[in-house]
């Protein structure tokens, strides 16, 4: 068996996770083993302050809207009567992207961690494209290098999580327009970056608990 089918294997039904991940809303929190752990999202918000515009709340907002009509969709289960008009046109453009680009979902919003590196995250869309595996984050706003990171941590997480060595493509994919726009992560300086901003979210909680 190939890695590629063992990955599509595994992946059946939802990942078999091999220790106790949970998240709680309030907070934003996710615990590994009972224990606090950053998320993906705040370990690169060090290098750039995502949510530190005036109108985070509203974009943040906006954003999990958008996330979950797509999340829906990519199962088949989006009632578009559901769908506020202010979020169609990303969730239109995504829908469009997913019928033509013959992606072939795996999993889509599902929760990953670390527990070797102690931090957790949701993955947007895993899946096989082209000739092999591809993770993908949405994204409906402006476009940061941090990003980068975020798919590299994303991945460090995931690998963890399937017990088989297999190669993944990251991308995020941008809903703005009409045309969504796939940017594809290759710098391999990006894994060493994310797990440095790691390391110093760890000492900030060590030093102010």
Not at 23 to 34: L, T, V
Request: proline share 4%; with cysteine; glycine share 8%.
């Amino acid at each position: 068996m190939t890695s590629l089918s063992k990955v599509v294997e595994l992946c059946e039904g939802g990942l078999r996770v091999p220790f106790a991940i949970s998240f709680r809303e309030e907070g934003h929190q996710y615990e590994i083993d009972g224990r606090s752990v950053p998320s993906v999202t705040q370990v690169t918000d060090q290098l750039h302050n995502f949510t530190g515009s005036h109108d985070a709340t509203a974009a943040m907002e906006r954003g999990t809207a958008i996330h979950k009509a797509c999340e829906l969709f990519t199962l088949g289960t989006l009632d578009w009567t559901t769908v506020d008009e202010s979020i169609y046109p990303e969730v239109q453009t995504y829908a469009n992207w997913l019928d033509t680009s013959k992606f072939k979902p795996l999993l889509v919003e599902e929760m990953v961690g670390s527990k070797q590196f102690r931090f957790a995250g949701r993955l947007d869309l895993f899946g096989v494209w082209k000739t092999g595996l591809a993770l993908i984050d949405w994204k409906t706003g402006g476009e940061y290098p941090a990003y980068q990171f975020q798919t590299a941590g994303l991945e460090i997480a995931l690998k963890e999580m399937l017990p088989v060595a297999f190669k993944v493509d990251r991308y995020c994919l941008y809903l703005k327009g009409e045309k969504a726009r796939p940017v594809r992560h290759k710098d391999p300086r990006d894994r060493s970056r994310f797990l440095a901003a790691l390391t110093c979210s760890h000492t900030r909680r060590e030093l102010y608990p």
